[in-house]
C-alpha cells in the first residue's frame, strides 16, 4: 500500500490499483476496506487485511490525514443464545385452502354431472386439484416443523439484526416488540413474526432494549 497525496495506490499478485479514496469502513480491528474513484471515475474497492490491530490504525490514520476519508467505525456485535419460535400467519394458508376447496367441489360435481365419462379437461381439473392440494399439504408442513421452539443466536450489528440457526440467517425487519410475559417477546415486521425466548427477565429486558436501539422506530406494547 501506497499513498501519494490524496491516491492510493495498493500492489497484489493480480496487478496495481490506484484511485482516490473517499469512504474507509472498518470490518474488524485489523482489516478495513477503502472504497474511491478511479482514474475513469469508476467506483474502485479495496480490503486491507494487516498483521495487527495497531498496523490497521497507523494506516488508517495515514489515509485520514492525506487523503480527508470519511471514516465508518467499526459496529459492536453481539450475538446471544435464545431460544425461538417462528410464528406463521395464518392467513398464509387460507388462501391455497380456498382454491384446493374450490377446485375439489367443482370437480365433483363435474363428475357428477358427467357420469361416467372422462373428458381432457376434468383431468386437467384433477391434476390442478393434485398440485394445490400438495401445495397446501407442503404449506401445513413447513409451518408445523417451523413453530418449534428451537435454539438460536439472535445477532445484534449496529443498525441489523438477524437470527442464526441451524438453516442459516434470517434478517430480521422490526415494526412492532410484543411482550408474551418478562422473558418472551415477538418480533414482528414485514415477513417476520419470530417469539424469542431468554432465561431470565433481566437479559430479555436488555436484548430487546438492544434491538430497539437497532430499530427506533419500532413499537413497543404488553400483549395479555
Do not use: C, H
Not at 500492489?11 to 469502513?25: A, K, N, Q
Not at 479495496?46 to 490525514?65: G, I, M, P, Q, Y
Not at 392467513?91 to 384446493?100: C, R, S
Amino acid at each position: 500500500m501506497y499513498i501519494d497525496d490524496d491516491s492510493l495506490r495498493v500492489s497484489t499478485t493480480e496487478g496495481t490499483e490506484e484511485f482516490r479514496p473517499r469512504r474507509l469502513s472498518w470490518k474488524s480491528p485489523n482489516q478495513f476496506t477503502v472504497a474511491g474513484l478511479g482514474k475513469r471515475q469508476t467506483l474502485n474497492r479495496v480490503s486491507l487485511r494487516f498483521e495487527t490491530a495497531e498496523k490497521a490504525e497507523l494506516a488508517a490514520s495515514a489515509l485520514k490525514v492525506a487523503a480527508k476519508v470519511l471514516e465508518e467505525p467499526l459496529l459492536p456485535v453481539e450475538e446471544v443464545q435464545v431460544k425461538i419460535r417462528f410464528l406463521v400467519n395464518p392467513a398464509m394458508l387460507i388462501l391455497p385452502l380456498v382454491f384446493f376447496m374450490f377446485l375439489f367441489v367443482r370437480v365433483l360435481a363435474v363428475l357428477a354431472l358427467n357420469g361416467t365419462s372422462f373428458s381432457p379437461g376434468d383431468f386437467w381439473q384433477l391434476a390442478i386439484l393434485m398440485i394445490i392440494g400438495l401445495e397446501a399439504a407442503f404449506i401445513l408442513y413447513l409451518t408445523q416443523r417451523r413453530r418449534k421452539r428451537v435454539t438460536a443466536f439472535l445477532r445484534i450489528e449496529g443498525k441489523f439484526v438477524s437470527v442464526k440457526t441451524k438453516r442459516g440467517s434470517d434478517p430480521v425487519l422490526l415494526k412492532t416488540i410484543e411482550w408474551r410475559d418478562a422473558t418472551t417477546f415477538v418480533l414482528r415486521g414485514p415477513a417476520t413474526k419470530i417469539e424469542v425466548s431468554l432465561s431470565t427477565a433481566s437479559e430479555a429486558t436488555r436484548v430487546a432494549g438492544k434491538i430497539r436501539s437497532a430499530f427506533p422506530e419500532a413499537k413497543e406494547v404488553q400483549v395479555r
